[in-house]
């Protein structure tokens, strides 16, 4: 079974403040995708990543695959208050017709004014 | 285009009911994804399907979870008998092949079984 460990669980910081989350395992992904969750809502893609080393940018965010795909992180710089939320990764691996999707159990973000 | 659709939003059941919940994919997508999402075990996938077939039901935690795809426009989870510990948020997604693999969620039922 592939199991992916995200920490911290819980982050609560000021706005303006920089913060990254991560989001490892001992197994290798094909890719590897971000999600955030609002309350109430069900998960939102923010981004995939597909290549060992890989960075993507989304305005004030980082994203970033590890070498061996095993493990990718989330940078957040000058965080705001609509930048709270769950931040949900998700492995997926190749293989037929397979589309099944690992998600590890998140980070909680909250972002005070 | 409408996202995925799930009802209820909420249900309040109690312990030995029926439950069904209800899921609508977005039009075109030929995979479906039926998710429980609770503190403790965070999101969890229970079964999908692709073209109708089920795929992989290996998450479906015993009998009393079923699920159902009569058509590409609609899907059903029922248990039968609900127990407390089902309460949680179930969510139902969708996508395509030829997608980045990005699943599409719907909004959730939130199920509380007392």
């Known amino acids: 079974t592939q199991l992916l460990e995200q920490s911290p669980q819980f982050l609560s910081i000021q706005e303006g403040e920089n913060l990254t989350v991560y989001c490892n395992s001992s197994?290798?992904?094909?890719?590897l995708q971000w999600y955030r969750q609002e309350p109430g809502e069900g998960p939102v893609l923010l981004v995939t990543?597909?290549?060992?080393?890989e960075v993507k940018k989304l305005k004030r965010l980082t994203f970033q695959f590890g070498d061996a795909r095993k493990d990718s992180s989330l940078h957040i710089t000058a965080a705001q208050p609509g930048d709270t939320g769950l931040y949900l990764c998700?492995?997926?691996?190749?293989?037929?017709?397979?589309?099944?999707?690992?998600f590890g159990k998140g980070t909680l973000l909250t972002v005070n004014p | 285009d409408a996202g995925v659709i799930q009802s209820p939003r909420h249900e309040v059941t109690e312990m030995g009911q029926e439950v069904t919940l209800r899921c609508k994919p977005i039009?075109?997508?030929?995979?479906l994804f039926w998710y429980r999402q609770t503190m403790m075990r965070g999101l969890e996938l229970l079964i999908y399907?692709?073209?109708?077939?089920?795929?992989?039901d290996s998450g479906m935690p015993e009998d009393r979870f079923s699920a159902k795809m009569p058509n590409a426009s609609f899907s059903t989870l029922k248990i039968q008998p609900s127990e407390p510990r089902d309460s949680a948020v179930y969510f139902c997604?969708?996508?395509?092949?030829?997608?980045?693999?990005?699943?599409?969620f719907g909004p959730g039922t939130r199920l509380t079984v007392t």
């Open positions: 997604a969708s996508t395509h092949r030829g997608s980045t693999y990005e699943q599409y």
């Open positions: 197994s290798v992904f094909s890719s």
């Open positions: 990543v597909v290549t060992g080393g």
């Open positions: 998700a492995g997926w691996n190749s293989g037929g017709s397979n589309y099944k999707l690992t």
């Open positions: 039009s075109g997508h030929d995979y």
């Open positions: 399907f692709n073209n109708n077939v089920p795929i992989d």
